[in-house]
């Protein structure tokens, strides 16, 4: 019933920097744990980062931590996640999802958006 929707992709040079956001109407997805996934051509769909109604940040995975950064704000029923010193290998279609489970695997969120493209040339 909750259905996210990401925004803010696009084109970047390599080092610039992308604010992603996923909203859903409604107070209910405040309730959620919310968590980013990226998917390469060709290339799994891989965490990037998840957080919880209460604030609760996952570990980021080593390929973007200290450059990506997660942060919600439930009154805006929005999460972000602000992406920085973007390198190439960043270029993927991102998702966002919601789920019950503050785990990293895909199969834990049951509420998928249908993705924004992020493409970081060199």
């Known amino acids: 019933q909750v259905q996210p929707v990401e925004s803010g992709g696009g084109l970047v040079q390599a080092g610039g920097s992308l604010r992603l956001s996923c909203a859903a109407s409604g107070r209910t997805f405040s309730s959620y744990v919310v968590g980013w996934f990226r998917q390469a051509p060709g290339k799994d769909r891989e965490f990037v980062s998840a957080i919880t109604r209460n604030g609760y940040i996952l570990d980021y995975p080593d390929s973007v931590k200290g450059r990506f950064t997660i942060s919600r704000d439930n009154a805006k029923n929005t999460v972000y996640l602000q992406m920085n010193s973007l390198k190439p290998e960043d270029t993927a279609v991102y998702y966002c999802?919601?789920?019950?489970?503050?785990?990293?695997?895909?199969?834990?969120?049951?509420?998928w958006g249908q993705g924004t493209q992020v493409t970081v040339s060199s």
């Open positions: 999802a919601a789920g019950g489970r503050a785990l990293r695997t895909e199969y834990a969120y049951d509420y």
